[in-house]
């Protein structure tokens, strides 16, 4: 596992360090990251030229290098949220598109199709071998089944964004990078099930990847540490994110529309929350997982600043550098083939 590293998406700002990619950059390296997650902004890279340049990729790494960091991966949580809209959040959604297209859902939707391809070739440009997305929802105004759904709906739901999603993935594959949806509610894809849903509706694609967030799923009630046993093998990107749950007699899981900072559960900083990030560094360990640990920063309480300086430590602290050779080799007793077919009560082999 690489890390520490930070994604940038919460810290972006209109002030110095946080409006440029090298005040950024900077500010993560004094503060002990070694990667950042870059958001698709068009204040931090120019996705086009990405996709087009490998120089200009070269010497975005260069200028990140001067500061201590590298790219782990690019985001496109934004535009991958526009693949796919239901009506009831046209509005809504209309601020992650530029002005131009507002009120013009097709139009957006093209846009963010063309944003999320880009990223794939900037991402292959910049060397990197994972991004991270949403999916997008159209089923999640019906996550509740009342009134009941009609059968079919869901089926359906899934078919279409694995349409719109298809032809995107296979620009991933063809530009060797693994397409890392985050598990998230708000998407159609938000917990194992649904990523089985959609898994199967684009036909198991390779590029068809996971981007984990246990936060999320302390959020939801879901045991994180059995999500690693079962979808290990599709995890190509980690949010290193605390979380807790505290439910009562006046609100639980929905939240009672209240603030975040008066909701049962409630996102944390590292350290303040509730997830075993012990257990979680340790199942991603043993099923040698190669990529990042990002810190995303978001919780109800703690300034951002601090969150982030703590995070670095955390992290870093964490991470299990895996063994070379089994904890008992200082005890080998150099037995050989012959006496180990002794030992088993067989004769010595003749071949």
Known sequence: MQGPAIFLAQFLGDTAPFDTLDGLAKWAGDLGYAGIQIPCDPRLIDLHLAAESKAYCDDLRGGLARFGV??????????????AVHPAYDSLFDGFAPAELRGKPAERQAWAVEQVK????????????????FSGALA??????WPQRPAGLVEEAFAELARRWRPILDVFEEAGVDCAFEIHPGEDIHDGATWERFLEAVGNHPRARILFDPSHYVLQQLDYLDFIDRYHDRIACFHVKDAEFNPTGRTGVYGGY??????????RSLGDGQVDFV???SKLAQYGYAGWAVLE????LKRSE?????????IRD???????????????SGVDRDAIRALLGLSPRQD
């Open 297 to 300: 920063w978001e919780c109800a």
């Open 70 to 83: 590298e790219p782990t991966e690019l985001s496109t949580h934004l535009q991958g949220q526009l693949v």
């Open 306 to 314: 601090d969150g982030a300086r703590e995070g670095a430590p955390f």
């Open 318 to 332: 964490h991470i299990i550098r895996v063994t070379e050779r089994p904890f008992d080799d200082f005890a080998a």
């Open 140 to 145: 999640w105004p019906y996550v509740y089944p």
């Open 258 to 267: 209240e603030s975040w900072v008066n909701r049962a559960g409630r996102f």
């Open 118 to 133: 880009l990223a794939a070739r900037a991402s292959a440009n910049l060397g990197l071998g994972a991004h991270a997305t």
């Open 279 to 281: 257990g979680i560094f």
